[in-house]
Protein backbone atom coordinates (compact mmCIF):
# COMPACT_ATOMS: atom_id res chain seq x y z
CA UNK A 1 0.00 0.00 0.00
CA UNK A 2 1.00 3.41 -0.67
CA UNK A 3 -0.75 6.43 1.20
CA UNK A 4 -1.11 10.06 -0.53
CA UNK A 5 -1.80 13.13 1.05
CA UNK A 6 -1.70 16.14 -0.94
CA UNK A 7 -1.60 19.53 0.82
CA UNK A 8 -1.21 23.12 -0.52
CA UNK A 9 -4.37 24.06 -2.24
CA UNK A 10 -6.33 27.24 -2.28
CA UNK A 11 -7.90 30.36 -3.69
CA UNK A 12 -5.70 32.57 -5.96
CA UNK A 13 -6.41 35.85 -8.27
CA UNK A 14 -5.38 34.76 -12.45
CA UNK A 15 -1.57 34.92 -12.71
CA UNK A 16 -1.20 34.17 -9.57
CA UNK A 17 0.65 30.86 -8.04
CA UNK A 18 0.21 27.59 -6.04
CA UNK A 19 2.67 25.12 -4.84
CA UNK A 20 1.38 22.05 -4.34
CA UNK A 21 2.76 18.79 -2.21
CA UNK A 22 2.36 15.18 -1.88
CA UNK A 23 3.44 13.06 0.90
CA UNK A 24 4.21 9.91 0.17
CA UNK A 25 3.94 7.08 2.74
CA UNK A 26 4.36 3.09 2.83
CA UNK A 27 5.86 1.20 0.19
CA UNK A 28 9.15 2.30 -1.28
CA UNK A 29 8.66 5.84 -2.44
CA UNK A 30 11.52 5.47 -4.93
CA UNK A 31 9.71 2.48 -7.00
CA UNK A 32 6.80 4.47 -8.03
CA UNK A 33 6.83 7.05 -10.70
CA UNK A 34 4.34 9.92 -9.83
CA UNK A 35 1.50 11.38 -11.59
CA UNK A 36 -0.83 14.99 -10.52
CA UNK A 37 -4.50 14.61 -12.28
CA UNK A 38 -7.03 17.09 -11.50
CA UNK A 39 -10.80 17.12 -11.69
CA UNK A 40 -13.85 19.98 -12.81
CA UNK A 41 -16.74 19.71 -11.75
CA UNK A 42 -18.93 17.81 -14.68
CA UNK A 43 -15.71 16.56 -16.77
CA UNK A 44 -13.76 13.84 -16.67
CA UNK A 45 -10.03 13.41 -14.84
CA UNK A 46 -7.53 14.38 -16.71
CA UNK A 47 -3.54 14.44 -16.79
CA UNK A 48 -1.64 17.05 -15.90
CA UNK A 49 1.68 16.08 -14.73
CA UNK A 50 4.20 13.05 -14.08
CA UNK A 51 7.83 12.46 -13.44
CA UNK A 52 9.84 9.31 -13.36
CA UNK A 53 11.53 7.18 -10.91
CA UNK A 54 14.68 9.17 -10.65
CA UNK A 55 12.84 13.09 -10.74
CA UNK A 56 14.66 13.42 -14.26
CA UNK A 57 12.06 12.75 -16.81
CA UNK A 58 9.13 14.95 -16.57
CA UNK A 59 5.99 15.03 -18.42
CA UNK A 60 3.23 17.30 -19.28
CA UNK A 61 -0.25 18.42 -20.26
CA UNK A 62 0.01 20.97 -23.07
CA UNK A 63 -2.25 23.29 -21.20
CA UNK A 64 0.02 23.51 -18.42
CA UNK A 65 3.52 23.30 -20.49
CA UNK A 66 5.59 26.49 -19.42
CA UNK A 67 3.39 27.15 -16.25
CA UNK A 68 3.58 23.99 -14.03
CA UNK A 69 6.27 22.37 -13.32
CA UNK A 70 6.85 18.90 -11.37
CA UNK A 71 9.77 17.57 -9.01
CA UNK A 72 10.00 14.87 -6.10
CA UNK A 73 12.78 14.19 -3.68
CA UNK A 74 13.08 10.31 -3.33
CA UNK A 75 14.73 11.31 0.22
CA UNK A 76 11.72 13.07 1.64
CA UNK A 77 9.13 11.20 -0.09
CA UNK A 78 7.18 14.24 -1.62
CA UNK A 79 6.28 14.96 -5.06
CA UNK A 80 5.71 19.26 -6.10
CA UNK A 81 3.66 21.11 -8.51
CA UNK A 82 4.48 24.08 -8.44
CA UNK A 83 2.28 25.91 -10.52
CA UNK A 84 2.59 30.11 -12.12
CA UNK A 85 0.60 32.27 -13.93
CA UNK A 86 -2.66 30.45 -12.81
CA UNK A 87 -5.80 30.61 -15.20
CA UNK A 88 -9.10 30.30 -14.30
CA UNK A 89 -9.56 27.20 -16.61
CA UNK A 90 -7.15 25.60 -14.23
CA UNK A 91 -9.77 25.24 -11.32
CA UNK A 92 -9.97 21.50 -10.04
CA UNK A 93 -9.40 19.67 -7.24
CA UNK A 94 -6.19 18.08 -8.00
CA UNK A 95 -4.61 14.44 -7.25
CA UNK A 96 -1.35 12.87 -6.70
CA UNK A 97 -1.08 9.25 -7.80
CA UNK A 98 1.53 6.67 -7.55
CA UNK A 99 2.21 4.28 -10.89
CA UNK A 100 4.81 0.89 -9.66
CA UNK A 101 7.85 1.68 -12.02
CA UNK A 102 6.60 2.83 -15.02
CA UNK A 103 4.96 6.75 -15.60
CA UNK A 104 1.63 7.06 -17.49
CA UNK A 105 -0.77 9.81 -18.94
CA UNK A 106 -3.82 8.02 -17.76
CA UNK A 107 -5.77 7.65 -14.65
CA UNK A 108 -6.69 4.28 -14.87
CA UNK A 109 -3.09 3.37 -14.79
CA UNK A 110 -2.34 4.48 -11.63
CA UNK A 111 -3.33 1.99 -8.89
CA UNK A 112 -2.56 4.87 -5.43
CA UNK A 113 -4.46 8.09 -5.19
CA UNK A 114 -4.59 10.80 -2.37
CA UNK A 115 -7.73 12.27 -1.43
CA UNK A 116 -7.23 15.48 -3.40
CA UNK A 117 -6.74 19.05 -3.17
CA UNK A 118 -9.14 21.87 -4.41
CA UNK A 119 -7.50 25.09 -6.30
CA UNK A 120 -9.57 27.82 -7.11
CA UNK A 121 -8.85 30.59 -9.45
CA UNK A 122 -10.72 33.97 -9.69
CA UNK A 123 -10.78 35.91 -12.73
Known amino acids: QVQLVESGGGLVQAGGSLRLSCAAS????????MGWFRQAPGKEREFVAA????????YYADSVKGRFTISRDNAKNTVVLQMNNLKPEDTAVYYC????????????????WGQGTQVTVSS
Open 97 to 112: AARAFVHSNYANDYRY
Open 26 to 33: GRTFRNYA
Open 51 to 58: VNLSGVLT
